[in-house]
């Protein structure tokens, strides 16, 4: 079946709609809300739309002096801090593209997505200098490093308090069409993939988040736990061009969150379910003022409908959920505020594990395998058309390929169903694991596993957990006479891949569920650890 919003003509999305850029949009902000309080710095102090305007064009001075030009790649490695937001306005000022990094990711990912994207600049923060300088190191790539800290580790070209001392640059012409983002998702090989995202694609985003929220208020405060890179990165833009403020903490813990929003005013906190799942038995003790929140948007997984309904009567009626993916960025689909809205002495309605309703400005479609529609309440592979989709892959014409279909449609690897309006998403073509709101796909956990001599097979699912949603637990049959260990296995990933993305739990097996042509059948495998759940994904 199709499923369109209101405010699609017939015959799908009109492509061409958005007209403005990154660049523009964000211009047009320093000007029209001046003299607004716009970013809250590590140092207390507030800076204006106007100020920040002025720092942006600094940085983007300072960049260009360093060799950096406009369409150049831009990386950036650090943990939530105020300064993301001054180099992300500098770079949309400058006309670079931005590739904002996880922090959480092992040094040589870091170097394979440099390897790939070739970055001019890179921006790192103090606590990740030294390793991102040494993986840079093994690239043969000559990289400029910018310092967000004065006091930085490691040798670098320039710090980003020098950078602000330049001369305000002119922002150069930008097309719509032009590459402005580059985040990296891993594959299903185990590689990241860079997603070209144009300044129409942000812009569009931007555009159904704000119809999504509330209307978006000058006295808004924005406050950033999740991480920059990813979620938070996305709506501070969106509210950015509508004169909101941002604070961000440099970490998320339930204690420090809680007290911010009573610190700070904050009316709005974005976060995925894992930080909203150990909030709760905070926020059920009712000792914390969070009166002035108003919206909670979460993203990266459905919640379970009980802990949704327990956040739903401390907090009220302040929850929307966004489903989408970095190829399509949110909101492709959301629950809005209303459809959170239920009797607290009856059962929650099925519609709080659904993903919510599509968004007017994007057409849902679930295609069965042999390609025709799905029926209402038939699972299907779910499809998007609309004007947030990526460019394509980076340097990946056969992946992009497989993922952008013909007359606009796009295929997101996920399957659901659509029940009274509402999309509900139940399981993952691609086998991708959301942990904590982290996308983790099995194939490079694999890969780190299978470089221990002992090991003949292993496959990597996602399996229910009460606090991530899923956690990530490893299968593995080990080769006689060649004993492997839990520890073994712990020490293989570590050497190799991000913390978030390693097995919490190991089973050791004498074969592997597979196919007459030898293929490992992970569904049946999942289905081993999921069987009486209501749903095959976590949350």
């Known amino acids: ?25 964000l211009a ?38 360093l060799g950096v030009r406009p369409g150049d790649r831009v990386m950036v490695v650090t943990a939530n801090r105020p300064e993301c937001f001054l180099v992300d306005h500098g770079l949309a000022a400058g006309g670079f593209v931005r590739v904002a990094v996880s922090y959480r990711l092992h040094p040589g990912e870091v170097a394979h997505i440099a390897r790939d994207c070739e970055p001019k600049a890179v921006v790192v923060d103090r606590e990740r200098a030294e390793a991102v300088a040494a993986a840079l190191a093994t690239t043969g790539l000559s990289v400029v490093v910018v310092a967000f800290d004065d006091d ?49 694609s942000l812009l569009a985003c931007f555009r159904n988040l704000q119809v999504e929220l509330p209307p978006v208020e000058t006295g808004d405060v924005v406050l950033h736990v999740a991480p920059l890179t990813h979620l938070s990165g996305y709506l501070g833009h969106a509210y950015a061009i509508r004169g909101a403020s941002q604070v961000a903490l440099p970490e998320f813990t339930p204690e420090a ?28 003790s009712h000792r914390w003022d969070v009166e002035s929140l108003h919206t909670v948007l979460y993203a990266g997984s459905a919640m379970s409908p009980d802990r949704l309904a327990r956040a739903v009567t401390c907090l009220g009626e302040v929850f929307v959920q966004a489903y989408g993916l970095t190829e399509i960025p949110f909101p492709l689909v959301a629950l809005s505020k209303a459809a959170h809205r239920f009797d607290p002495d009856g059962p929650p309605p099925a519609r709080l594990a659904s993903a919510g309703r599509p968004n007017p400005f994007v057409e849902i479609r679930l295609r069965r395998p042999d390609g025709t529609d799905a029926a209402d309440g038939e699972e299907g592979e779910i499809q998007a058309r609309t004007d947030t989709t990526m460019l394509g892959y980076w340097n990946r014409p056969e992946a992009t390929a497989e993922m952008l279909l013909d007359d606009g449609w796009a295929a997101t690897g996920d399957v659901g169903r659509m029940q009274d309006g509402y999309l509900h998403v139940v399981d993952r073509k691609k086998d991708m694991i959301v942990s904590g709101g982290f996308n983790v796909f099995p194939g490079e956990i694999e890969n780190a596993i299978s470089t ?29 006479g060649q004993p492997v260990t839990e520890d073994d296995i712990d020490r293989a ?10 097995p919490r739990s190991v089973d050791f097996v004498a074969e592997l569920p597979k196919t007459g042509t030898g293929k490992i059948q992970r569904h049946q495998l999942r289905r081993r650890y999921w069987t009486g759940q209501a749903r095959r994904v976590g949350g």
């Not at 003299?35 to 983007?60: D, H, I, K, N, Q």
């Not at 221990?452 to 496959?459: F, I, Q, S, T």
């Open 1 to 25: 079946m199709t499923a369109t919003g209101s405010a699609l003509p017939t015959g799908g999305v009109r492509h061409g709609m958005v007209t403005a850029t990154w660049t523009s949009a």
């Open 493 to 502: 990933c570590r050497e190799r891949i991000a913390a978030y993305k390693r």
């Open 257 to 284: 969150t809680l007290g911010a929003i009573g610190e700070y005013g904050a009316t709005v906190l974005p976060l995925v379910p894992t930080m909203l799942n150990m909030m709760l038995p905070l926020l059920e």
């Open 28 to 65: 047009e902000s320093y000007r029209r809300y001046a003299g607004e309080p716009a970013v809250r710095t590590g140092r207390g102090e507030v800076l204006s739309y106007a100020e920040l305007g002025a720092r942006a064009r600094r940085l983007a001075g300072g960049l260009a002096a």
């Open 452 to 480: 221990l001599d002992g090991v003949a097979e292993v496959a990597v699912v996602g399996v229910p957990d009460e606090r991530w949603g899923e956690s990530i637990r490893a299968v593995v049959v080990v080769r006689d």
């Open 152 to 200: 930085a580790p490691v040798a670098v070209d320039a710090r980003l308090s020098e950078l602000f001392a330049h001369p305000e640059a002119e922002s150069p012409p930008v097309e719509p069409e032009a590459l402005a983002w580059l985040p990296y998702t891993s594959g299903t090989t185990g590689e990241p993939k860079g997603v070209m995202l144009s300044h129409r």
